[in-house]
T-cell receptor, first 115, second 115 residues
């Protein structure tokens, strides 16, 4: 079974600075999806960024980028120019490419932005 | 278009009662999955439905059940409620077609408190 580990329960960063959230996973599959989801205090989970394992190029979405190291099974999220609205719980998630729509989530990292 | 809609948003029950939660997916999405979110266990997959059929089930007791209707709306039911069932129950919908992006779209959740 796949597992996802986020080793940082909490992180904080000064507004406008850069922060990196860590995620490692374990799987025997060669093709899969990886996601970072954001859950603000309003609770609705929102997709931040997505990475397909077969793509070597790291995904980027505006201020958000990932460092995907497939051999190391590592998938970190970098947030540049942090904004107050980035404050939330961030979840790393794994999804198999075949069949189930099931996401396996990490325990989450609570990100605080200091003004 | 409208997002994933979950009802009710909040509810309080007592031990031994049963509860039914509802989820309306994004129009056109035929796959609906349910997750339980608790501070201790994090986000755990409950089940996934597609075309009115349960396709996958997580490691939860038989007290947890669900169904999906022909319009893709889904309900989940928890019988004989226990204190440990207190959680945020999240519903997610997705397009289950070959080559999709793999993204799940989440509702705001139903907060269940068991007294």
């Amino acid at each position: 079974a796949q597992t996802v580990t986020q080793s940082q329960p909490e992180m904080s960063v000064q507004e406008a600075e850069t922060v990196t959230l860590s995620c490692t996973y374990d799987t025997s599959e060669s093709d899969y999806y990886l996601f970072w989801y954001k859950q603000p205090p309003s609770r609705q989970m929102i997709l931040v960024i997505r990475q397909e394992a077969y793509k070597q190029q790291n995904a980027t979405e505006n201020r958000f980028s990932v460092n995907f190291q497939k051999a190391a099974k590592s998938f970190s999220l970098k947030i540049s120019d942090s904004q107050l609205g980035d404050a939330a719980m961030y979840f790393c998630a794994y999804r198999t490419l075949q069949g189930a729509q099931k996401l396996v989530f990490g325990q989450g990292t609570r990100l605080t932005i200091n003004p | 278009k409208a997002g994933v809609t979950q009802t009710p948003r909040y509810l309080i029950k007592t031990r031994g009662q049963q509860v039914t939660l509802s989820c309306s997916p994004i129009s056109g999405h035929r796959s609906v999955s349910w997750y339980q979110q608790t501070p201790g266990q994090g986000l755990q997959f409950l089940f996934e439905y597609f075309s009115e059929t349960q396709r996958n089930k997580g490691n939860f007791p038989g007290r947890f059940s669900g169904r999906q209707f022909s319009n893709s709306r889904s309900e989940m039911n928890v019988s004989t409620l226990e204190l440990g069932d207190s959680a945020l129950y999240l519903c997610a919908s997705s397009l289950k077609v070959t080559g999709n992006t793999g993204e799940l779209f989440f509702g705001e959740g139903s907060r269940l408190t068991v007294l």
